[in-house]
């Protein structure tokens, strides 16, 4: 299976901040990386894909990088709506797998 | 687009459960359709895969659900179904259907329905 090791697991941090997640691959994955971000009591809302490409609808702040093993996700000035818990998922092969989380929040 | 399941509740150890997911505003029949769960308190993990009429309804499982849950859909419901047996209780977390976006990724999820499985 392929792990996905995410960094930091918590993240505090204020609004206006510039905000990067790490998510590490133990195999070669491509560009096949998702993120999503997941709200208290809500179902995981897609936010990029192939890495870099933002979903329709999403604000631009929010910007994805990376290929092979290492990617980021970052959020160029945090704003109070984007505390939550973010995670990354890769699409290369069976299982699909996540990342642990990292969870944003007010600091 | 939308999404929604029902099914859940509280279970036995060794018991059966089927949920059921609803989807509406989209082609259902063109799309994979994917279940995960999600753990009290944890984090996401996939559970099952079935594709398209085009891809042979054709089924991919995680080692936790093989053998146990069986994936199924039925196009002229627009609807996706999991069918788990001999449930654990570590199978205890909200189960979420979603819909693959056909470009690798899941673009919509319902709310989900909260699988309890104690004595």
């Known amino acids: 299976d392929i792990q996905l090791t995410q960094s930091p697991s918590l993240l505090s941090a204020s609004v206006g901040d510039r905000v990067t997640i790490t998510c590490r691959a133990s195999h070669d994955i491509k560009n096949y990386l998702v993120w999503y971000q997941q709200k208290l009591g809500k179902a995981p809302k897609l936010l990029i894909y192939f890495a870099s490409t933002l979903q329709t609808g999403v604000p631009s702040r929010f910007s994805g990088s990376g290929s092979g093993t290492d990617f980021t996700l970052t959020i160029s000035s945090l704003q109070p709506e984007d505390f939550a818990i973010y995670y990354c998922?890769?699409?290369?092969?069976?299982?699909?797998?996540f990342g642990g989380g990292t969870n944003v929040e007010i600091k | 687009v939308e999404l929604v399941e029902s099914g859940g509740g509280l279970v036995q150890p060794g018991g059966s459960l089927r949920l059921s997911c609803a989807a509406s505003g989209f082609i259902f029949s063109d799309h994979y359709m994917d279940w995960f769960r999600q753990a009290p308190g944890k984090g996401l993990e996939w559970v099952a895969r079935i594709r398209n009429r085009n891809n042979g309804y054709t089924t991919e499982y995680a080692a936790s659900a093989q053998g146990r849950f069986t994936i199924s859909r039925d196009d002229s419901k627009s609807s996706v179904y999991l069918q788990m047996n001999s449930l654990k209780i570590e199978d205890t977390a909200l189960y979420y259907c979603a819909r693959d976006s056909k470009k690798y990724s899941h673009d919509y999820w319902g709310q989900g329905t909260l699988v309890t499985v104690s004595s």
């Open positions: 998922q890769q699409f290369d092969d069976y299982p699909l797998t």
